[in-house]
């Protein structure tokens, strides 16, 4: 049996982005997803919290039937091994929800295919179920909004990193790049300040944690900030100082 015949006998596998935490930033079409939806499954920690559930909250606030719930727990590790693992048996447990003919949302934090977990997912299911993307905002976006500021103008360049990233390339990239943005900053902060002020990029950065939420920091003035490990919600945008009018 084919793929798509396949498809056309099973449930959708569908990911949705809630945005970077503001949960007025979810879509009308993820919203419609999340309330419809007989199973919706999210990454978890070890205490059964999940981040995109609770940006969704209110979205689930208005649910009136029954919903089945499948938490993938991640364990807080650098070790990739205990990640596929836990991917996938979350993975297994989607497929036997999707083979009965029921369709699964998964919540995924800013947007689906954007960093996020949900790709991880795809690439285990997408050979065997219909899969479906909701895209939602991001947390480069949203920081662009937080500081109301554009992130290119005209014939700017713009680069995005992340913090696991090595020195080099985070060098390179502040060197050859108007705009920068440097995501999961987290761990990493002191190495990317270190990368500001050896590219001569300090004046040009700013600092975010947890965009749109109630703790929600903004760092403008980045010789300030602390020479120390922050959390994983954390970027750093980089802009030029100065720029043309036309």
Not at 161 to 173: F, K, L, M
Not at 202 to 219: H, S
Not at 221 to 246: H, I, M, N, Q
Request: aromatic share 6%; proline share 3%.
């Amino acid at each position: 049996m084919s793929a798509l015949e396949t498809s056309q006998k099973t449930g959708r596998f569908i990911g949705v982005g809630v945005g970077p935490g503001d949960p007025e930033l979810i879509t009308l079409k993820a919203l419609r997803l999340i309330q419809g939806a007989s199973v919706v499954s999210y990454l978890a920690n070890n205490e059964g919290g999940s981040q995109a559930k609770t940006i969704a909250s209110e979205a689930f606030a208005g649910v009136t039937h029954a919903q089945n719930e499948i938490a993938i727990v991640m364990p807080m590790s650098t070790d990739r091994s205990l990640a596929n693992e836990a991917y996938d048996n979350g993975a297994k447990a989607i497929a036997n929800e999707l083979s009965q003919g029921k369709d699964v949302v998964f919540l995924c934090e800013g947007d689906p295919l954007f960093f996020g977990s949900f790709a991880y997912l795809l690439e285990r299911l997408e050979g065997d179920f219909q899969c479906q993307v909701v895209p939602g905002v991001s947390s480069i976006n949203a920081a662009s909004s937080a500081l109301n500021h554009p992130l290119t103008v005209l014939k700017e360049s713009f680069a995005v990193v992340s913090g696991r990233h090595t020195a080099q390339q985070i060098d390179t990239a502040l060197e050859q790049h108007d705009s920068v943005v440097i995501m999961k900053a987290g761990r990493a902060r002191p190495r990317i300040l270190m990368a500001l002020r050896k590219t001569n990029r300090m004046q040009d950065a700013k600092y975010l944690e947890y965009i749109g939420r109630e703790n929600e920091r903004i760092v403008r003035d980045v010789s300030t900030l602390e020479d120390k490990a922050g959390p994983y919600f954390s970027l750093f945008v980089v802009t030029k100082s100065e720029r043309g009018t036309r």
